[in-house]
């Protein structure tokens, strides 16, 4: 497809269970980052990746979160022994270059729910 | 601190009105990039427009204008003659271009309404 492309869209889970959320960016586009929002807040950075690095993995609230990108091309953000916590929409973004000034293009997200 | 801030947290108007959404934003950088985005109901975050540090000229496009004004810290977007097809959740954005790292700063939204 022409945009960024998250799976599944909607995840629900029980406590303590791992998940595995996939984005498949712009095919060309060198930067990756996941974001995290929050019912009624703004998005909160997680990972950035350029190519299959991560230069900047800050944003990551615990070690129990962790992301990958493999081929330049798809990511997985794996979250172990999900707790309630992480109940939020998960959004993948992409850029064709990972400039500052390159607007991100976002996928729709998967909305993960930790029961 | 690397910061944006939207005060309004959700406004509501009538069809045709005007509406101006907030965005005031906090960096210690000297280069820096400035975004509004729009979140429909369907979810999907879409780019509005980008504007960089050195450039505080007003932008118009169509019924949307941009107020750059760094003497403020402000970067303000107004909407002519709303239509329901605006009704969204606005985010403000900003990418420190020294010390930010690789990241992209979220202000919470705005969610506007506008009704018929």
């Known amino acids: 497809g022409a945009g960024v492309s998250q799976s599944p869209s909607n995840k629900v889970t029980e406590k303590g269970k791992d998940v595995e959320l996939r984005c498949d960016p712009i095919?060309?586009?060198?930067?990756l980052y996941w974001y995290r929002q929050s019912l009624g807040q703004g998005l909160e950075f997680l990972i950035y990746?350029?190519?299959?690095?991560?230069?900047?993995k800050s944003g990551l609230p615990s070690d129990r979160f962790s992301a990958e990108r493999t081929g330049g091309s798809v990511s997985t953000l794996t979250i172990q022994r999900t707790q309630q916590e992480d109940s939020a929409v998960y959004l993948c973004?992409?850029?064709?270059?990972?400039?500052?000034?390159?607007?991100?293009?976002f996928g729709n997200g998967t909305r993960l729910t930790v029961t | 601190a690397q910061k944006v801030t939207q005060a309004q947290t959700e406004i509501s108007v009538v069809e045709k009105e005007d509406v101006t959404l907030d965005c005031v934003y906090e960096?210690?950088?000297?280069?820096?990039?400035l975004f509004w985005y729009k979140q429909p109901p369907s979810g999907e975050l879409v780019f509005l427009i980008r504007?960089?540090?050195?450039?505080?000229q007003n932008e118009i496009s169509g019924r949307y204008s941009w107020n750059f004004q760094k003497s403020t810290s402000s970067f303000n977007f107004t909407i002519t003659a709303s239509q329901v097809v605006d009704s969204a959740v606005y985010f403000c954005?900003?990418?420190?271009?020294?010390?930010?790292?690789?990241?992209?700063?979220f202000g919470a939204g705005t969610r506007l309404f506008v009704k018929a």
């Open positions: 973004a992409s850029s064709r270059l990972g400039r500052l000034d390159s607007p991100l293009h």
């Open positions: 095919s060309g586009h060198t930067a």
């Open positions: 990746f350029q190519g299959n690095s991560a230069p900047d």
């Open positions: 960096t210690r950088d000297t280069t820096y990039y």
């Open positions: 504007r960089n540090s050195f450039d505080e």
């Open positions: 954005a900003l990418s420190p271009g020294n010390t930010g790292g690789f990241k992209t700063i």
